[in-house]
Structure formats: C-alpha cells, structure tokens
C-alpha cells in the first residue's frame, strides 16, 4: 500500500504501433532502393541537370542552347540561382542533396496534409514517417520525383508551407516557385480569384524580385528564356509521350492532327471550372490552391506524371470532407492511379482506359469540388 503523500504511476501502456511504423519505414527504404537499382543509370538525373547548368551559369558556358547529362535546361533563369549550391560540389553529391532535400520536403508534407485533414490533430510523428515511407515507395509521382532528383515535392512544400497555411507571407510561395518553374504560375493567379488581394501582390512581387535579380546576374540567359524558349511547349519532350498527363497530351495520343484546337477549347473550358471552384472554396486556402494546382496541371501543355504530387493534397482534401462527398471519392481513385501505374505503363502497350487516367481522374475531382458545399474556413 503506497504510503501518505506517494503518488502511483499509472502502467505504461505498450505501443503496439511504433514497432509496426519501424518495420515499414525499414522496409519501405529497403524497397525503395531495390527499385532505383533497376534504373540505376537515371537515378538522381534531373538533379545532375540542374547541377551542371547551374555549374555552366558559374562558367559564363552556354545554358539554353547547351545539353546537360544530354538533355537540355527548361527552366527559367532564376532556378539557375537555387541550384548554384549544387553546382558547388561533386556531381554524386549534388543527386544526394537533392534526394535528402525532397525527402524532407515530403515529410513537410505529409505532415501538413495531416495537420489539414485532422482539423490538426495530426497524431504521432510515426505516422507521418510511415505514410512518408509508403509515399515514397507507392505514390509514382513522389517516387519518380524522388529518384530523379526533380525539384516538385520542394515546390510543392513550399507553395503549402508558406500560402496554404495561411502565413503572413501568403502568395510569397507561389511567386518562388514560379519563378523556379513557370508551371506553378495559376497558384499566383488563384490568390486573385480568391479575393485575397495581399496575397496576389505579394506573389507577382516574389516573381518580380526573383525574376529581376536573375536577370541582373544572367541577362542574356534571361532574354533568350522569356522572349522565345519560354514559348516552345516542345523543348522538354514530346507531347504525346505517355507520361504527359495533361488536357494536351491526351489530344496528342488521341488526335492528333487536331490536338492545338482541342486543347485550347478544353483549357478555356477547364480554367473556367476550375476558377469557380478556387472561387466557391475560397474561404479554404488550402482547398482553394489545391484546385488552382489541378487545373494547371491539366492545362499546362506538358505535365509529366511525375508532376502531380499534388495527389497529395488532393488525398487530404478528401479525407476532410468525409466518406459522403465525391470530392473524397475521386481523391481516393486519384490515389490508386498513381498506386496503379507501374503495373499499368510497364509495357509500351498501356491499356486504353489507363493513357490517361490522372488527366480524367483530375478533371473528375475539379468538377466534384465544383458541386461541393464551400469548406469551413481553415488557417
């Protein structure tokens, strides 16, 4: 009998879960790595393009008419700065950073996302770490993002991290990334559609700011980009390559010979939908911009599958909602697409239905967030 005064702790209650989180993160890394080794030549590709343009930046060498790693630089000048520091050490080393620096970007993330769903009752971190893991070794657009080292889940944080959430430098996160990588550009718009008109000032003043500092260091790089490559759709690869999951590549592979016609009548259509739905959820930073990166993704003349990280997102959008709503429905299918596609896009022959299944499952999720009540204000 426990005297006068002595307090009795009360039993530890075994964690049956942390041991089962350990066991996938160990696995999920084990697997991970036995799937790059299969495309060992590839890994880490992109981040030793961004390397060694920016290492040509650092020489006064040719970068828009120059070939890195055999294939050519596509993004603004302004990317060349963010990638200096890679420039700055081995080629082995710049692929690791940038593989380290977007995993921790996914664990961002994922936590965020949580924090999202759960109305921020995100739970333990072994969660996050486990859903990092499985990411990482299901989601094809986190995974490939991962193995070549490409640069989406750092954009994706950062566009999460700074304007989703809210923060007193809202809109400053896609003004970045734009100048990063152009294709985030709709996110700056967004912010306009939505009414929040400090957060659209502050993002044309990030592009502008990053955009003019890149041209104080890289004039002629600058003028070459924005008055003609800037333009050229076709500079980063074909458009009817099956990994081109947009509005225009599903009018390549099908229709071809009227594929401009069909995708400029298509995006008008879908930035329509898509600006209703930033505006009807506009209370939802979060949602709103979801949206917003959805519809660029499909309008956008090339968006590589490794591009839709906003899968992610999408997911938590639907985990929100519920059960009940079709938003969650179509996330959920959104999610077993890009489960699916390794099995699906193995072989040259991919199955009719499948060649473009994150264009209609994205399109499908646009228009269920159309029909769907205004989310509570969130942030």
């Known amino acids: 009998m426990a005297g006068a005064g002595v307090s009795v702790r009360a039993p530890v209650r075994p964690r049956w879960w942390v041991p089962v989180c350990a066991v996938l993160l160990a696995v999920a ?4 790595f036995w799937q790059q080794a299969r495309t060992w030549p590839t890994a880490g590709l992109d981040g030793r393009v961004y390397r060694d343009a920016a290492r040509a930046l650092l020489d006064r060498g040719e970068i828009y008419s120059g070939r890195f790693q055999d294939l050519p630089f596509t993004y603004p000048p302004f990317a060349l700065l963010v990638f200096v520091p890679l420039a700055l050490v081995p080629s082995d080393v710049a692929a690791l950073l940038m593989f380290l620096a977007s995993l921790a970007a996914l664990v961002a993330v994922v936590r965020w996302c949580q924090e999202y769903a ?3 009752r995100a739970g333990s971190w072994w969660w996050t770490a486990s859903l990092v893991a499985a990411g990482s070794v299901c989601v094809e657009p986190a995974r490939t ?3 070549l080292g490409q640069v989406n889940l750092l954009l994706l944080a950062l566009v999460l991290g700074v304007d989703a959430r809210a923060s007193r430098w809202a809109g400053a996160g896609a003004g970045i990334a734009t100048a990063i990588k152009v294709s985030p550009g709709l996110l700056v718009v967004a912010q306009g559609v939505r009414g929040d008109v400090r957060a659209l000032g502050r993002a044309i003043l990030a592009f502008a700011g990053a ?3 890149a041209a104080l260091v890289a004039p002629t790089a600058s003028w070459t980009y924005f008055t003609s490559l800037l333009w050229d759709s076709t500079r980063p690869g074909g458009l009817g390559y099956l990994q081109n999951q947009s509005l225009r590549g599903l009018f390549a592979r099908h229709s071809p010979d009227h594929a401009s016609t069909w ?6 259509l879908v930035l329509t939908l898509g600006g209703w739905v930033v505006r009807r959820h506009r209370a939802d930073a ?3 911009l979801t949206a917003a990166a959805v519809t660029g993704l499909l309008v956008s003349p090339i968006s590589w599958s490794h591009h839709w990280v906003w899968v992610v997102p999408c997911l938590a959008v639907g985990v929100r ?6 938003v969650a429905w179509m996330s ?3 999610l077993l697409a890009t489960l699916a596609e390794e099995q699906l896009w193995a072989s040259g022959d991919a199955p009719l239905l499948s060649q473009d299944m994150y264009v209609v499952l994205g399109l499908l999720w646009l228009v269920a967030s159309g029909v769907e009540r205004p989310a509570p204000q969130h942030g």
Do not use: K, Q
């Not at 890394?29 to 991970?32: D, G, K, L, Q, R």
């Not at 995708?263 to 008008?268: C, D, F, K, R, T």
């Not at 909602?321 to 079709?326: A, F, M």
């Open 286 to 288: 979060f949602y709103a």
């Open 263 to 268: 995708w400029l009548l298509s995006a008008l």
């Open 332 to 334: 959920a299918l959104l």
């Open 145 to 147: 993002t991962l193995g």
């Open 211 to 213: 955009t003019a500092l």
């Open 321 to 326: 909602l519920g059960w009940r709503s079709p």
């Open 29 to 32: 890394t084990a697997w991970w």
């Open 118 to 120: 759960t109305d921020g």
